[in-house]
């Protein structure tokens, strides 16, 4: 985190929002506001390995836009944390995902992880899913932030040609 904001997770958070409206300002395709969510966040926060989309396709979650190593492309609904988030439709926060029961390891790097549906008309439409090689990087201050940041992306974003199925 920046200096100025590296006491205060909420002001950070509070901050990146705001940068974020501004940078998804005029944009309505899923596609580019996807890749510049993924980015802004992965060069705002410390100690990630992998910050990007998945979102739901055929009734699993394809994957999206996102900054780090390559990812694994198709995950089933329920399965690994991503894959709970979206059919549980509640933020996932892992301290230790070799802890996690059926944890998908896309990067042997990664030890935490946290998951945030994407909520549209009331549906799932995808996950925003953030890695760290570190065990317990996330916590409720960063949950809470990335639902706001989530929440921004969701309204910013024309949903038809992703709902309707096309690329």
């Known amino acids: 985190m920046p200096a100025a904001h590296a006491s205060d997770p909420a002001l950070h958070y509070a901050s990146l929002s705001q940068q974020l409206a501004s940078l998804l300002e005029?944009?309505?395709?899923?596609?580019?506001?996807?890749?510049?969510?993924?980015?802004?966040?992965?060069?705002?926060?410390?100690?990630?390995?992998?910050?990007?989309?998945y979102f739901l396709r055929d009734e699993a979650l394809l994957v999206?836009?996102?900054?780090?190593?390559?990812?694994?492309?198709?995950?089933?609904?329920?399965?690994?944390?991503?894959g709970t988030a979206a059919a549980t439709a509640t933020t996932q926060i892992v301290a230790d995902v070799h802890a996690f029961p059926g944890h998908i390891a896309c990067d042997a790097a990664s030890r935490?992880?946290?998951?945030?549906?994407?909520?549209?008309?009331g549906r799932v439409v995808g996950v925003f899913?953030?890695?760290?090689?570190?065990?317990?990087?996330?916590?409720?201050a960063d949950a809470a932030g990335l639902e706001q940041l989530a929440a921004v992306f969701v309204a910013a974003?024309?949903?038809?040609?992703?709902?309707?199925?096309?690329e």
């Open 157 to 166: 974003t024309d949903w038809s040609a992703l709902l309707r199925g096309d």
């Open 26 to 53: 005029g944009e309505r395709d899923w596609v580019a506001n996807a890749a510049n969510t993924a980015a802004l966040v992965w060069h705002s926060l410390p100690e990630l390995n992998w910050a990007g989309f």
């Open 64 to 82: 999206g836009p996102f900054q780090g190593k390559p990812a694994c492309v198709r995950i089933a609904m329920g399965r690994g944390v991503c």
């Open 112 to 121: 935490s992880e946290l998951v945030v549906p994407l909520l549209h008309a």
């Open 129 to 140: 899913d953030l890695d760290s090689p570190r065990l317990g990087r996330f916590n409720a």
